[in-house]
């Protein structure tokens, strides 16, 4: 039985983290137009679907295992607090500061947190780790984006 009021609140969690981040590096994400890009960089109007795509697979995998009796549900939702900070601190590095390098290093880092939240999320409800693995995904191309700007850029 799926708890409203819970799905909501798990839902609205990353959405509004996501949001906050994107508005408070908005200005600064006009530069990146700028930018030379690497190949294969997608247009920017592609970013914030697919990243709210992201937070609402977030949301709902989080709730799964928020709704779960598993010894390991408070470590997962540490994890995945985590990585959502982290996440919520990368375009700040990366738009506002321009810490292209920096950015790119600390993104590894979330990668890791979500690989290791991944593991634990299956290990609760495997649908809900599988649901991370678009995200765990787009980091990775993401990597590639960060470290083709600090590059083509320097």
Do not use: H, R
């Not at 981040?21 to 970013?47: C, E, H, R, T």
């Not at 799964?64 to 919520?88: D, G």
Request: a positive charge; one cysteine or more.
């Amino acid at each position: 039985m799926i708890k409203l009021k819970s799905l909501i609140i798990n839902l609205l969690i990353p959405l509004a983290i996501g949001s906050l981040s994107g508005f408070l590096s908005m200005n600064s994400m006009k530069i990146y137009k700028d930018l030379n890009q690497p190949s294969f960089a997608p247009p920017s109007f592609l970013f914030p679907i697919v990243w709210t795509i992201l937070y609402v697979l977030m949301g709902i995998s989080s709730y799964m295992v928020y709704e779960s009796n598993s010894i390991l549900k408070n470590k997962a939702l540490k994890v995945y607090a985590l990585q959502l900070l982290m996440n919520f601190i990368w375009p700040l590095l990366f738009f506002n500061a321009q810490m292209y390098l920096f950015s790119f290093v600390w993104l590894i880092g979330i990668w890791g947190l979500v690989l290791w939240m991944i593991i634990l999320f299956c290990k609760i409800k495997p649908i809900s780790g599988y649901l991370q693995i678009p995200y765990l995904l787009w980091l990775t191309f993401a990597a590639y984006l960060n470290l083709g700007v600090y590059f083509l850029n320097k």
